[in-house]
């Protein structure tokens, strides 16, 4: 089923690609592209603040397209591998690793030739989950099928534009599904992403 999913999210991407060949402007970062970054994510929510969550990095890479809806708008689906999760500040140094594929379609606003910002929903479909652990010097991980299998979200964030098809951003993902399923615990996925990206 992920596999399958997976696949869709590539073939749409192709297709929209043929049609942005014709409406794409000439002097944008458009097209078809590869962007890849580090990801710095934590658990947020009401009883997330109750714990001492910190920040763990991860990393995501994947792919996109942009159609130009117009001179200075785009719409950019994507599909990207993101490592996420948290790390507690306890005696273990317990941590949760959350592998997803990330969904995300966004709505770029070109406020010059180089700068825009962006924003838009995501769907993110997990592909595995475990937590880790170091406990007197030895490090332990096992699997858990606690957490929910699709997180959607929100996505917002500022890019710009480099010469030769370069593009650097910066973004914010704004988890609304709880992290755990069968439980009641306002705890989200929540995190920036740093990326660099190349377009085709």
């Known amino acids: 089923m992920k596999k399958s999913i997976l696949l869709l999210a590539v073939i749409a991407l192709f297709s929209l690609e043929i049609q942005a060949q014709s409406v794409q402007r000439s002097d944008a970062a458009g097209g078809f592209g590869v962007r890849g ?107 858990t099928d606690a957490i929910t299998k699709t997180d959607l979200g929100f996505v917002v964030g500022l890019g710009y534009n480099l010469p030769k098809g370069i593009n650097l951003q910066g973004s914010y993902d704004f988890g609304t599904s709880p992290v755990f399923k069968d439980s009641d615990a306002k705890i989200y996925n929540r995190g920036f992403k740093v990326s660099l990206g190349y377009s085709f």
């Not at 990330?102 to 929903?121: E, K, M, S, W």
């Open 37 to 143: 970054g580090v990801n710095f994510f934590n658990f947020g929510g009401d009883d997330a603040s109750n714990n001492d969550y910190t920040n763990r990095a991860g990393f995501h890479a994947g792919v996109y397209t942009n159609l130009f809806l117009g001179s200075r708008i785009a719409l950019e689906p994507g599909a990207y591998y993101s490592v996420k999760g948290t790390q507690n500040d306890d005696f273990a140094n317990t941590r949760a690793v959350l592998n997803y594929i990330d969904v995300p379609l966004l709505l770029r606003l070109y406020v010059t030739d180089g700068l825009n910002i962006f924003g838009g929903p995501q769907a993110s479909f997990l592909m595995s989950s475990k937590f880790e652990g170091d406990f007197f010097g030895s490090s332990f991980s096992y699997d």
